[in-house]
């Protein structure tokens, strides 16, 4: 699990790490930046996540990576490969703290976490569970070649909240990317 890393031009993705926690607890504090992940949560309830984070690469082999930024060596988000009990599908989610958006990371993480995932995960499908509101989200989902599939339902306590998911195949990934 520690060896797994991704480099991309500008970004390091890695399993989470303890040194990642007060940033972590500041991006889930920000209620801007949280809104589509839940809402902002206090530091004993991005604890929780943080380590249920961790504790899906110990059991399950993957989950979402630590966003690094290469230039400064700050911690600028989480995303990647998340699929949990109950979970609509196999996701490659994304959330970037608000200090680093607008300079395409989500993308560009994205992009490296799903050749990852149908790589070396195996993964024949990928969605994205998008707030219908969420415009930044879906640019990022349009960008990366996926399709609005329509509405979804994720699990408790989730299951209020409107969701579309978006997705495609590896092969139209693949296609899409000349491989």
Do not use: C
């Not at 930046?33 to 206090?42: D, H, I, N, S, Y």
């Not at 399709?147 to 579309?164: A, F, I, K, M, S």
């Amino acid at each position: 699990m520690s060896t797994v890393r991704i480099e991309t031009d500008r970004l390091i993705l890695r399993p989470t790490a303890a040194e990642d926690f007060d940033a972590w607890a500041a991006f889930m504090a920000d209620d801007v930046a949280a809104r589509f992940l839940g809402g902002a949560q206090p530091r004993s309830i991005a604890w929780r996540y943080f380590l249920m984070m961790a504790g899906a690469w110990q059991i399950q082999g993957y989950g979402m990576f630590s966003v690094i930024e290469r230039s400064s060596g700050r911690w600028v988000g989480r995303l990647g490969p998340w699929f949990p009990d109950g979970w609509p599908g196999p996701e490659v989610g994304w959330g970037i703290a608000r200090e680093a958006w607008g300079r395409g990371y989500a993308t560009e993480g994205a992009a490296a976490a799903i050749d990852w995932a149908f790589d070396q995960l195996g993964w024949t499908d990928v969605i994205h569970s998008i707030a219908p509101e969420n415009e930044a989200s879906r640019a990022v989902a349009v960008k990366l070649g996926a399709t609005d599939r329509g509405p979804g339902q994720l699990p408790p306590p989730l299951d209020n909240e409107p969701v579309n998911l978006w997705g495609q195949t590896r092969e139209q990934w693949f296609a899409r990317r000349g491989r």
